[in-house]
């Protein structure tokens, strides 16, 4: 195993498993509020643009299938990605890239330039609103955030264990649980 950290997120890879075509290097999937501020400015940094916006966005999709008194799938997805609109006047393009590396994200930002410089002049463009002071809002709950594919199964257990029971229903559901 071999131990990767590139700014501030740390990686473990086994070099015997199968390689992923797309990198996702933040923990459990979500970013934290403090690695976001921190992967912004580093995208800023890289940026030639006269005017930059950055969105940084992670979820974590758990799900569980059944059908048939069975369940078929069950299964945990996360990602990250960052958002990026370069603006030069009224010219602009946006580039979205969910390789969080120096290399990608260096890469997403000299394509978005590149690609605002070709774009037509956008009749309605109005220059960007700078740092916002955003007040965080609490809205997760605890007992929905925590439902890993495990806790989904023990639930679609609740529907299939009384079908099997009866002998004469049978069941069939789609759960899932989201945390953006």
């Not at 260096?106 to 916002?132: F, H, I, W």
């Amino acid at each position: 195993m071999s131990i990767r950290r590139s700014g501030g997120f740390e990686r473990m890879r086994d070099r015997r498993a199968p390689r992923r075509l797309i990198r996702i290097e933040p923990v459990d999937g979500m970013i934290s509020r403090a690695d976001s501020q921190s992967l912004i400015e580093r995208v800023v940094k890289m940026s030639s643009a006269e005017a930059i916006a950055v969105a940084v966005g992670s979820n974590e999709t758990n799900n569980l299938r059944f059908a048939a008194n069975q369940v078929s799938t069950a299964g945990s997805v996360s990602d990250a990605n960052v958002q990026v609109t370069s603006s030069f006047g009224p010219k602009r393009a946006t580039v979205v890239t969910n390789d969080l590396s120096d290399e990608a994200l260096r890469a997403t930002v000299k394509q978005s330039e590149a690609l605002a410089k070709l774009s037509p002049d956008d009749p309605e463009a109005m220059p960007n609103l700078g740092p916002q002071n955003i007040k965080t809002v609490n809205a997760e709950f605890a007992s929905t955030t925590g439902l890993t594919a495990e806790a989904l199964v023990r639930a679609g257990l609740t529907a299939l264990e009384p079908a099997r029971k009866a002998g004469d229903l049978i069941a069939a559901g789609y759960l899932v649980a989201n945390r953006a």
